[in-house]
């Protein structure tokens, strides 16, 4: 940590330059104490940009604060940027109130914010203690997650796990995470995340120095869309492959689900395992939920018959209570809600014509997702699936708007 109080309750900063420069002689006449549990504290200086306070005993306050020199230059970079645009922030800023020490917090358009900079994981529970904690006393908390954690496996394909995934953001209706890495002092802001197995994702990357952005444009213009229904394609084969062969296949519910229907994992038509959007909200990959709608609903209906949208739903909250299909938690995410991507879902087929939307519930069936009688036929029925629909399911993916 960079902020402790001395023996007469005032703060000292190793952020502030007029500290830096006589702290060897503070040493010699102050005790430190820790801001949040009053415990003694030890000035380590070793590394000169690695200065900091460090608790003389381990103590339950900095179990999770034990800091590495990545995480305590980023946070000072943070801060140090904030602060040269006038928004005076706050390092380790500590609330009596909710018993908190973020690592910086600000005021910013008469709304407040503490930001959180993470670098190595830790509990969900705590992650989510800590930002009800800060909703509860109106604080806004930005997760910012550090570079050392992102996993880029190819130029737009990620692996985020269930811990990275908690740090997302809703900015301007787009899901997004933020990263910061203070070596290459990059800002980088995931975004157009689409989910393919429960790992890993495409997503686009949208990369700055942090020092060259005002706060304003912090926020940046994510509007330019990527197209990903190539690489959508190809991946989905993939993950087809990896799930029939992993070493897991053989207990694999989806997998015996569809061996009892007579179904084959290589033969499902395109239909089923559609990038929608909200599919963030499912843990569960897109392929598995969408067909286990199919085997529930879509298969017992033939050309003209109504399906309603609570059947639909009835039968995915089913497999959810059932823990066959599992739901994200995304705490910074509040108001969604997991059936906005069975609706979306059902917006896309809608589109595509194998629905007609009948009212705001009902659904009227016009065309029959059908399944091929060969891999050959597949692989065509594939083929012209995506060469017909690819840009419609693109754009209803980047669409704001739903028919809704
Ligand atoms: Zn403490």
Known sequence: MLTAHNSSGQRVCLADERIRTKVKEL?????????????????????????????????????????????LSGKKRIYEWLKRWDISPEIEPFDPICRQRPDVGFCWNKKKYVVEYQCSPIPETLFLKRTNVFFENDYYPIWILGGNQLKRLK??????SAFHLLFTHLLRGQEVLIVYCPVTKQLIILHQLVPISTRKFLCSFYINTLEYLKPSSFLPDLSIKQPFILNWVLELKRF?????????AYNNCFLRTLYQNRLNIH???PQLGVPVKNSLLIETPPL??????FIDVFQHHKAGQLISLSSLIEAFSKRVRKKEILLRRLPLVKTRNPGEAVLSYMEILTILGYFKLVNNSM?????????SGSIPEKIKMERLFYNQFGLQIETAYHSTKSFY
Do not use: M
Request: net charge positive.
């Open 240 to 248: 087809k492959d990896r799930l029939s062969t992993g070493p897991g």
């Open 27 to 71: 040493r010699k006449v102050e005790d430190f104490f820790c801001p949040e549990c009053g415990c003694r504290l030890v000035l380590k200086l070793g590394d000169k940009k690695a200065w900091h306070f460090a608790h003389e005993h381990r103590s339950s306050c900095s179990d999770y604060k034990r800091e590495t020199l990545y995480h």
């Open 155 to 160: 130029n737009n394909v990620v692996s985020l």
């Open 267 to 269: 033969l499902l038509p």
């Open 363 to 371: 659904f009227q069936l016009k065309k029959p997702i059908t399944i």
């Open 288 to 293: 598995i939920w969408q067909t286990f709608l």
